[in-house]
């Protein structure tokens, strides 16, 4: 079970998903009213406790010439789950593999290839673990956003000065 997140880590947490890598301590602190210093080492302590995993860049895959984006439902037997998400994760061209916890549709596996014949390796791949494939979705495009229940009081003044700043920008 995690702990207790009181609104510092709240303020810290949402920022970082906004932007970790523009927004420097002292921004999250002139929001969270803290100072850097504790900014820094509630971030450590974050870390530390495993909440935050790790910073990962959002790759927009088409740019990078991987335009084919694909999700496949597969179903595996429940016992055996942990075993076959490892065994797809093992396949060249999967990004992400999300296991449920009940249903018969247990595993959402994200893909991406540069043409058809990598989606047909890759769906080949799959049906050799013996794992059946209830279907396959080609993605159109992925929005992310920061989860709200980190939203404070300074964070929404915070995102409506950048509203406004947009909004002022000319192009």
């Given amino acids: 079970m995690g702990r207790e997140l009181d609104d510092v880590d709240r303020s810290i947490l949402y920022l970082l998903q906004r932007d970790a890598r523009n927004t420097t301590a002292q921004e999250i602190a002139d929001t969270a009213g803290v100072s850097a210093s504790t900014v820094r080492n509630r971030i450590e302590r974050l870390e530390a406790d495993g909440i935050i995993r790790g910073y990962h860049p959002e790759i927009d895959y088409e740019a990078a010439n991987l335009p084919l984006q694909l999700t496949f439902v597969v179903t ?8 076959y998400s490892e065994q797809i994760r093992g396949i060249k061209g999967i990004i992400d593999v999300r296991e449920m916890l009940t249903g018969r549709r247990n595993l959402f596996v994200d893909a991406v290839g540069t043409s058809t014949s990598d989606i047909t390796r890759i769906t080949d791949s799959i049906h050799d673990l013996g794992v ?14 920061p989860f709200n229940h980190f939203f404070l009081q300074g964070t929404r003044e915070m995102e409506a000065r950048d509203d406004v700043a947009h909004d002022e920008d000319p192009k």
């Fill in 76 to 83: 595996a037997p429940p016992k055996e789950i942990k075993h």
């Fill in 132 to 145: 059946e494939i209830e279907s396959s979705e080609m993605m159109r495009r992925r929005y992310v956003q």
